[in-house]
């Protein structure tokens, strides 16, 4: 059973707009949310963050929503740029979980000129 | 070298061979672990070492062996490997307490023949 579920696979988007990435959770203890940027050959690399106490986080082109009782989080970029394009991954973790992460599937962005 | 290190990044064996993989972090982390990628799917947590003992294994099989001989290394021994364990195997470390961002290595493709 699948606990943090990204159900876009694929997202297109213009240079310049706004990219709008999605995330669900279903496991109500989760109470810490990380976004994690992937290019090919490379491992994933930390992009933000946002504790369970806050609704929005930013931190310049990124902000993460955070909707606790739909379950729901969502990354924002913007405006997105060609140097985006790369699959992000969603991923929670919980008090009392120690350091366990608990990803999504990915979804792969790709920011066209 | 700075961040976290993986060797081989490509690796082909067969379902007898016996190998292993390992994983170097320079960041002065506490806890290391292993994830297994596999297409399509989230990231498995398969591993997990605090202060060199481990302290999470997934439910992964015994043909999957880990080894943390400091804070700074990590080894997955591979041995009589099947071909569903062809993956992505991913290295990462982070500070031992919860709600720390981990750092990835850039992964080791494995292709059991």
């Known amino acids: 059973d699948q606990q943090v579920k990204q159900n876009s696979p694929s997202l297109s988007v213009q240079e310049g707009r706004i990219s709008i990435l999605n995330c669900d959770y279903t496991?109500?203890?989760?109470?810490?949310f990380l976004w994690y940027k992937k290019y090919p050959a490379e491992g994933p690399t930390f992009l933000i963050s946002i504790s369970s106490i806050k609704d929005k986080n930013e931190d310049g082109r990124f902000t993460v929503f955070l909707n606790k009782s739909a379950k729901h989080l969502s990354l924002h970029i913007v405006p997105s740029q060609p140097g985006d394009s790369a699959v992000y991954f969603c991923?929670?973790?919980?008090?009392?979980?120690?350091?366990?992460?608990?990803f999504g599937t990915g979804t792969q962005l790709k920011v066209e000129l | 070298e700075t961040g976290v290190t993986q060797t081989p990044r490509h690796l082909v064996m067969g379902m007898t061979n016996k190998k292993s993989l390992k994983c170097e972090q320079h960041?002065?982390?506490?806890?290391m672990y292993w994830y297994k990628q596999s297409a399509k799917k989230p990231l498995e947590l398969m591993f997990v070492y605090n202060f060199k003992e481990q302290t999470e294994n997934n439910s992964v099989p015994s043909r999957f062996s880990p080894e943390c001989p400091n804070s700074s290394h990590l080894f997955l021994h591979l041995h009589t490997l099947q071909p569903e364990d062809s993956a992505l195997y991913l290295c990462?470390?982070?500070?031992?307490?919860?709600?720390?961002?981990?750092?990835f290595g850039p992964g080791t493709r494995l292709t059991v023949t």
């Open positions: 991923a929670a973790s919980m008090a009392g979980g120690g350091n366990k992460l608990t």
């Open positions: 960041l002065g982390h506490n806890a």
């Open positions: 496991n109500s203890m989760f109470d810490y």
């Open positions: 990462a470390s982070s500070q031992t307490h919860a709600n720390y961002e981990q750092y």
